[in-house]
T-cell receptor, first 113, second 114 residues
Framework: AQSVTQLDSQVPVFEEAPVELRCNYSSSVSVYLFWYVQYPNQGLQLLLKYLSGSTLVKGINGFEAEFNKSQTSFHLRKPSVHISDTAEYFC???????????FGTGTKLQVIP | GAGVSQSPSNKVTEKGKDVELRCDPISGHTALYWYRQSLGQGLEFLIY????????KSGLPSDRFSAERTGGSVSTLTIQRTQQEDSAVYLC????????????FGDGTRLSIL
């Protein structure tokens, strides 16, 4: 079975400050990991994904995430946030085959001017 | 190219009525998901279609909910005898048949039960 935990439901951060959104996963096999962003009144869109290879993955809008197998984590980071980054962020895992994707409960990022 | 299209974008109906929500996935995508997102809540998985396999209905909250996917393309989510707790945004997503590919989401249908 696979699962995803996003411990922080809300993260307030000042504009131009760095941010880290935490994601931990559980799976008995190799995983594919994803981060999605949801802006108000929209569906989710892909920020970045980890499939294999380099553990540091770069995505859109200046975000990056690092896959850490020993800590079963896939934290999302941005060195300097902008007001436009205010949104909800979802971590997701898929263990392969035809198993469905499992999403975390989401983290609301609030960027304060 | 065209993304995932959901209709209607908004639906207001009276308690007890049936509603149908439609999802047009991206052409060629064999996997299709339905999720529910209640106010302030995360994504709640409802149902998953993958190719010609039997759908995974494990997330449907009650027998009032059903979904079908015709011809491996368009999907309809039906809610019978709607209740106020069914009010939510219903999101559809599609992807290719490979588990390492991301899902592409529609903008959702906002359902309000009066």
């Amino acid at each position: 079975a696979q699962s995803v935990t996003q411990l922080d439901s809300q993260v307030p951060v000042f504009e131009e400050a760095p941010v880290e959104l935490r994601c931990n996963y559980s799976s008995s096999v190799s995983v594919y990991l994803f981060w999605y962003v949801q802006y108000p009144n929209q569906g989710l869109q892909l920020l970045l994904k980890y499939l294999s290879g380099s553990t540091l993955v770069k995505g859109i809008n200046g975000f990056e995430a690092e896959f850490n197998k020993s800590q079963t984590s896939f934290h999302l980071r941005k060195p300097s946030v902008h007001i436009s980054d205010t949104a909800e962020y979802f971590c997701a895992v898929n263990s392969g085959g035809y198993q469905k994707v499992t999403f975390g409960t989401g983290t609301k990022l609030q960027v304060i001017p | 190219g065209a993304g995932v299209s959901q209709s209607p974008s908004n639906k207001v109906t009276e308690k007890g009525k049936d509603v149908e929500l439609r999802c047009d996935p991206i052409s060629g995508h064999t996997a299709l998901y339905w999720y529910r997102q209640s106010l302030g809540q995360g994504l709640e998985f409802l149902i998953y279609f993958q190719g010609n396999s039997a759908p995974d209905k494990s997330g449907l909250p009650s027998d009032r909910f059903s979904a079908e996917r015709t011809g491996g393309s368009v999907s309809t989510l039906t809610i019978q005898r709607t209740q106020q707790e069914d009010s939510a945004v219903y999101l559809c997503a599609s992807s290719t048949d490979s588990s390492n590919q991301p899902q592409h989401f529609g903008d959702g249908t906002r359902l309000s039960i009066l």
